[in-house]
């Protein structure tokens, strides 16, 4: 390591003025004291992110720089850099509180270092897994799903959320077969009927109903990874792999909950039943692919669907009521006046859900989105309610529950629409020399184009200048030009030899 060249003299002035110590009163002088000890290149490499946090808050800045001469002997550049990343997108993220935290607990992010060292050699980033993993989700039965990014691991009954980091396994291609067991297991959440009861309505009864919650979603993790197993054999023999490498298994005294829960007609109301037992077991270490159970995010997404759906629904029904009048024989006979109603018959003995409705004894085959309709609703409630087979008629339901309403793009800087449905892309911070996280919002808006002779109008406005302009532009252009009446050249100017002949 180099001697210092810097002066504490130097270096007071440039953290005076970095920090601007006048307006914040900080005494930077046993800071500059301190830095003017150390070698060269721990010195500027501490005086660099000092002036790179300070351009983000001050107050950050000062509290960096009193802590870094320690820790970089202990933690490293490299940890101090990512300590310094992890606080600066804190700010941008949650606010200064939050990232003075961040400052102040530097001891609880040393000693996450070995795991944050797997994370960046193995784990999978949500990013980098959300495609793949979303079109894999669409290619199971059931509800239309979506991969998001959570701090826990939970459904809603339409959102699979995983954490933006998965990094269990030493593998990354074990770290995204991890993630792909978890979007299977919340899948199986929705498909096998976990949501049909009102969990936290089946815990409150009990002296810790938190604890009871913890527990049920430990029976119907049993229950569907059972499932799962009978439908997606090869995918069922990874989890278990996965299990055995992190040396999971099955808890003693919860062998007979296994055997009970994997009867092929075990459904969410023998987890309820078996509740009471299982409450006086120890707890039960979540497995690696296990996530958490959220009643109260279900009750929401349920309740903003119900209607919705029902409404939709009952009008592609009709629509499908009139295909059918206009289409049947002449010859056959109905009573206008009886109220039609559709039945429904849906086979669920696998994943797949085959799906038939009938009218007037006889059958229809529904089309894809009426499927996907079908499909919710019994997901939902574990059948089609006959309320929800009657077509609706004329003018029955608001347009708003019929159609998905958009918001008006003119309207980004009210509220919270500029991160709703917005792209997000890292900016670059020339004073910060980083990235900032998610900083960049693009949000695609219709132009309607307008046939009018505006740009007519403005070239005949303007004539001179764009002549003026055009004359500019060819002047610069780069190519060969022919120039007439010079001393030397490749080739005879015939008309200043005409000329000259004449003149003779």
């Known amino acids: ?197 009102d969990l936290a309505a089946c815990c409150a009864g009990f002296p810790q109903p938190e604890r009871a919650l913890v527990q049920l979603n430990a029976l119907e993790t049993l229950r569907l990874t059972a499932c799962i197993g009978r439908e997606l054999p090869g995918l069922h023999r990874e989890m278990e792999r996965l299990k055995s490498a992190l040396g999971e298994s099955l808890p003693t005294g919860w062998e007979g909950f296994a055997q009970r829960l994997s009867d092929p007609d075990a459904g969410i109301e023998d987890s309820v039943t078996l509740l009471g037992d299982a409450y006086h077991l120890p707890d039960f270490a979540p497995w690696c692919y296990q996530g958490e159970l959220r009643p109260d995010a279900v009750a929401v997404a349920f309740e903003a669907r119900r209607e919705k759906e029902k409404a939709r629904l009952r009008v592609k029904l009709a629509e499908l009521l009139e295909e059918h009048e206009r289409h049947k024989p002449e010859s056959s006979v109905s009573d206008e006046t009886a109220e039609k109603r559709f039945e429904a018959e849906i086979d669920d003995q696998d994943a797949r859900m085959d799906m038939e409705l009938t009218l007037d004894g006889m059958p229809l085959a529904p089309p894809d989105d009426v499927k996907q309709l079908m499909a919710s609703v019994f997901l939902d409630f574990g059948e089609i309610p006959p309320e929800y087979l009657v077509p609706a008629g004329d003018g029955e339901y608001d347009a708003s529950l019929l159609y998905d309403v958009q918001a008006d793009p003119d309207a980004v800087w009210q509220g919270t629409y500029h991160e709703e449905g917005a792209l997000f892309y890292p900016e670059w911070d020339m004073g910060r020399q980083h990235y900032r996280k998610n900083w960049c919002v693009m949000r695609e808006k219709d132009v309607t184009p307008v046939f009018d002779g505006f740009h007519r109008d403005t070239l005949t406005k303007h004539a001179a200048l764009v002549k003026h302009l055009r004359h500019a532009f060819e002047a610069m252009r780069d190519e060969n030009r022919l120039l007439k009446r010079q001393a030397y050249g490749d080739e005879v100017d015939i008309d200043a030899l005409v000329e000259a002949l004449a003149d003779a």
């Open 1 to 197: 390591m180099s001697a210092n060249t810097r002066t504490a003299e130097e270096i007071f002035a440039l953290l005076e003025e970095w920090l601007e110590a006048g307006l914040t009163f900080h005494k930077v002088e046993g800071l500059a004291a301190e830095l003017a000890e150390l070698s060269e290149q721990d010195c500027d490499f501490i005086l660099s992110w000092i002036k790179r946090i300070a351009s983000t808050h001050l107050e950050l800045g000062w509290q960096f720089g009193k802590r870094a001469p320690k820790l970089l002997a202990s933690m490293g550049m490299r940890q101090v850099e990512a300590w310094a990343v992890y606080a600066c997108d804190a700010y941008d993220q949650l606010g200064l509180r939050v990232a003075l935290q961040a400052i102040e607990q530097v001891e609880n992010f040393a000693a996450n270092q070995a795991h944050r060292h797997l994370e960046l050699t193995a784990g999978v980033m949500f990013e980098e897994v959300a495609g793949v993993l979303g079109n894999f989700v669409r290619g199971l039965s059931g509800r239309k799903l979506t991969i998001a990014q959570g701090e826990s691991i939970h459904t809603n009954t339409e959102k699979l959320h995983l954490p933006a980091v998965i990094a269990r396994l030493p593998s990354t291609e074990d770290n995204f077969k991890l993630a792909k067991a978890m979007v299977v297991l919340l899948w199986a959440q929705t498909r096998f009927g976990t949501f049909r009861v």
